[in-house]
């Protein structure tokens, strides 16, 4: 065994991961033990894991954020790997290992946010106020920190008793060990980011593919801005093409795509890796992303459609689960959506409407309008080329099983176009 591992050069293949295919046919990337080592040791540079580290894998083990920081990071850290049973019971789960770093999306630290508050909203007005004073108090204490400022006596004492009164209840539904989230693949929003660093579990949320191993950029303990990607990685460069894509160099950097040569040196073209997304980089150098080349939907007037920033300010309510734009070669913008099966049945609890089922839901009037309220609000946002016209509200959910998802829980278009041909023919009959 020992003289194997001497065999090894650093350049050598140590796997290959399949890229989601959104747009096409999955890709294997080739990634090194170089690239592997190069990922992590930067994330630990950043993050800090050490021997007292327990990590929650819940996500696939095919999926490379979840490899490296839960996996990758915890060995060379010398912690320890816990698995939950499945994603349903990923609260027992939490209460029972009590873990102190773990993967997830913004989708679930949105639920998370929204179960929180509505604990609190059907509490004491006194439990509200003291809630709400905290959360204040945290809020404020996160935009010292991310101003470099140091927050003064008095603040410093309020935030203790914070911690003391609220915060450390919080935590306790999250295990009560926990002192890292680690999350990407779409937004999380501004509020949901303070938030969580205010009750002192920050969500170190960034930018990576799998072509670069992992992450690219990260929003860290100290150095994090809300609504960002983070700055760059120890050690990788970023830059913005002409057309706006994302360009990075590292060691981190796949070698290419298994048995792809032609595909491999476009998108490794010039020493950078052409990572097929849009962004740019603000002027503290924090990066932000808006879309996926590949993903920009022309309209029939030639209008350039970003799918999923409108997807992404749909999804922001408590309301939707899934969306998926349409808009290609069509005179306006569309969407299916796929209602959040907890919260319209909450809803309709309160309005007194009988729906037992997603599909009984989305056919009463009530939850049709509330969901055109959604619509309008975040076409409101929008500019007029950007608006909704249209939307259909879907009975089931995408999922991985019916090939609506990768395995990393993004729409396939082509799939969900075809599968929804007569239902978006007829949004534009």
Not at 65 to 78: E, P
Request: a negative charge; glycine letters at 8%; charged letters at 25%.
């Amino acid at each position: 065994m020992a003289e194997r591992i001497h065999r090894i050069d650093t350049d050598d293949i140590a796997t290959i991961v399949y890229t989601s295919g959104t747009t096409g046919e999955p890709k294997g990337a080739m990634l090194s033990h170089r690239s592997l080592i190069a990922n992590v040791r930067s994330g630990m540079q950043v993050v800090g894991l050490t021997t007292d580290d327990v990590g929650l894998s819940f996500m696939p083990t095919s999926h490379v954020l979840d490899r490296c920081v839960v996996h990758f990071m915890n060995i060379l850290a010398g912690g320890t790997v816990a698995y939950a049973e499945s994603i349903e019971t990923i609260l027992a789960d939490v209460q029972l290992v009590k873990p102190t770093a773990m993967c997830g999306v913004p989708r679930m630290f949105e639920k998370i946010y929204h179960a929180i508050y509505d604990n609190i909203n059907a509490a004491s007005g006194t439990k509200k106020a003291l809630f709400n004073w905290a959360i204040g108090t945290g809020r404020k204490v996160v935009m010292k920190r991310r101003s470099d400022k140091k927050a003064g006596l008095l603040l410093r004492a309020k935030y203790r008793l914070a911690d003391k009164m609220v915060y450390t209840k919080v935590r306790q539904l999250l295990g009560g060990r926990m002192r890292v989230f680690a999350s990407g693949g779409a937004h999380l929003q501004e509020e949901i980011d303070i938030f969580f660093r205010a009750i002192g579990v920050p969500i170190m949320h960034g930018y990576g593919l799998t072509e670069a191993t992992c992450t690219v950029t990260l929003n860290t303990f100290d150095d994090f801005m809300p609504g960002t990607l983070g700055h760059p990685y120890p050690g990788v460069e970023v830059a913005i093409a002409e057309n706006g894509e994302i360009l990075v160099k590292g060691d981190l950097i796949m070698q290419g795509y298994y048995n792809r040569p032609e595909e491999s040196a476009a998108t490794l073209a010039g020493g950078w890796l052409h990572t097929g997304d849009l962004g740019y980089l603000d002027d503290n150098g924090y990066l932000l992303m808006s879309d996926r080349v590949k993903d920009i939907l022309v309209t029939s007037g030639g209008k350039n459609i970003s799918p999923q920033r409108i997807e992404t300010l749909l999804k922001l309510n408590r309301y939707v689960e899934q969306v998926a734009v349409i808009a290609e070669s069509r005179n306006y913008v569309s969407a299916l959506i796929v209602p959040d099966l907890q919260e319209v049945s909450a809803f309709c609890a309160r309005e007194g409407i009988p729906c037992e089922s997603r599909l009984e839901a989305i056919e009463r009037e009530e939850v049709k309008e509330l969901f055109n309220e959604i619509v309008e609000s975040v076409n409101g946002e929008l500019e007029r080329f950007e608006q909704v016209k249209r939307f259909s509200l879907l009975p089931d959910e995408f999922t991985v099983e019916s090939g609506e998802l990768t395995s990393t829980l993004k729409v396939k278009r082509r799939v969900v176009d075809t599968k929804y041909r007569d239902l978006i023919e007829s949004m534009y009959a």
